[in-house]
Each structure stands twice: as C-alpha cells, then as structure tokens.
C-alpha cells in the first residue's frame, strides 16, 4: 500500500503572513507621507521666515512715515527713502 502524501495547507500562517505584508507595506507609505509632509513644512517655514522679515521691514517703514520728523527730513532730502524691495 502506497500511502499518498496529503499538503496541509497552513491558512492561519498564509493569514498572519498576509496581514503582516500588508501592514508593512502600510507602514512604509505611511512613513513616506510623513517624510514628505516634514520636507513641505521646511519649505514653507522658511517661506513664513521671509515674509516674517520683510514684514518687520514694512512695518519700520511705515512708523518711519507716520513720524513727522523724519517725513520731514525725508522729503527734503536729508534721510534716505523706505527700501522698496519686495
């Protein structure tokens, strides 16, 4: 008697193996969004620094203006005019 070999399929391993597959391969998309929203960020915290500068700037410029004084002497040429730099 020849007895015939019989493949038990393991589901519980296939499940587990599956599932783990899948939450690595989340995990790795995951952690690629956060590494790309971290590079956004930067970029636009430095953009905020800029502005944050030349509102600093504008804001002198205008209490220089509003500053009788030195309108005076700005117009008759005795100080120099706000940059205009944008």
């Given at each position: 008697m020849t007895s015939?070999?019989?493949v038990r399929i393991r589901w519980r391993r296939i499940a587990t193996f599956l599932i783990a597959a899948y939450l690595?391969?989340?995990s790795g998309v995951s952690i690629h969004h956060m590494w790309a929203i971290s590079q956004q960020e930067r970029a636009l915290n430095q953009k905020i620094a800029?502005?944050?500068a030349q509102n600093r700037?504008?804001?002198q410029d205008v209490r220089t203006l509003h500053n009788p004084r030195k309108l005076r002497e700005?117009?008759?040429g005795q100080a120099p005019l706000?940059?205009?730099t944008p």
């Open positions: 015939k070999k019989t690595v391969y989340w800029a502005v944050q700037v504008l804001t700005m117009l008759t706000p940059s205009i």
